[in-house]
């Protein structure tokens, strides 16, 4: 099984891998990362995808139109929509081109997980050439989605568990609205090394960001902890 995934942002590309490697359904899958739908248009082994998680918004073509893409080729991949966009019509865009799930970011590997379990269902259908009600309940129904028995993660490359511990029990301390320079100050690691970590965190949902203007006219960056976002950091520090 090959799966794709298209996404502009280089972190939450390699955490969405990070994801998928947990799904012990998926770990025999290759997986293949793509910056954009024109990059993933012009692979030659486009057709050979079975699942396509794919971003709405990117440079050049948006994830509907590569959907649209997609379909004029007649290649009918299962896609799951990974989007900050949470407004109605882009839902019912998504819906309409057939899109098997639909998360918005940013999501917790729980709710992602019920996404592959949904497409993992949905493949044991198409293996069958007679399907039943149990088959097409659990399809349309839905399933109990087992726990992951995968209780450690591993941090991309260049970070550390010892200094990911470290910010991580800084931000505990720090109001909302801080900035990477105060991260900076908090553990007395440099601005940059501080600013992996915490792109990294924004990334995968625990932090959240705002752009602010000084007086002087600069923009500042700010960040603030997600309330009840500790289990997304576990598996990293364990």
Request: aromatic share 8%; net charge neutral.
């Amino acid at each position: 099984m090959k799966i794709l995934i298209i996404e502009d942002d280089p972190m939450v590309r390699l955490i969405n891998h990070r994801f998928l490697e947990r799904i012990p359904q998926l770990q025999a899958a290759t997986i293949v990362e793509c910056p954009s739908a024109v990059a993933a248009l012009a692979r030659p082994d486009l057709a050979e995808y079975t699942l396509i998680l794919l971003d709405m918004y990117l440079p050049q073509l948006s994830g509907t139109e590569f959907l649209a893409e997609l379909l004029g080729r007649q290649l009918h991949p299962k896609v799951i929509m990974m989007t900050a966009a949470n407004d109605q019509q882009t839902l019912k865009e998504a819906v309409n081109y057939g899109v098997l799930d639909f998360l918005i970011k940013p999501f917790t590997f729980d709710r992602f997980q019920q996404a592959m379990a949904k497409f993992t269902r949905l493949l044991a259908v198409d293996d069958k050439h007679t399907v039943s009600q149990t088959d097409l309940d659990s399809l349309f129904l839905g399933a109990t989605v087992p726990v992951s028995t995968t209780t450690t993660a591993e941090l991309p490359k260049g970070l550390t568990k010892l200094s990911l511990q470290r910010i991580v029990t800084a931000l505990a301390t720090l109001k909302p609205g801080f900035s990477n320079q105060d991260v900076a100050d908090q553990t007395g690691l440099s601005r940059v090394s501080t600013k992996k970590y915490v792109d990294f965190l924004v990334a995968m949902g625990y932090l959240t960001s705002a752009i602010v203007y000084q007086s002087s006219g600069r923009p500042l960056t700010t960040f603030q902890v997600v309330p009840t976002s500790e289990r997304l950091i576990q598996p990293y520090l364990t």
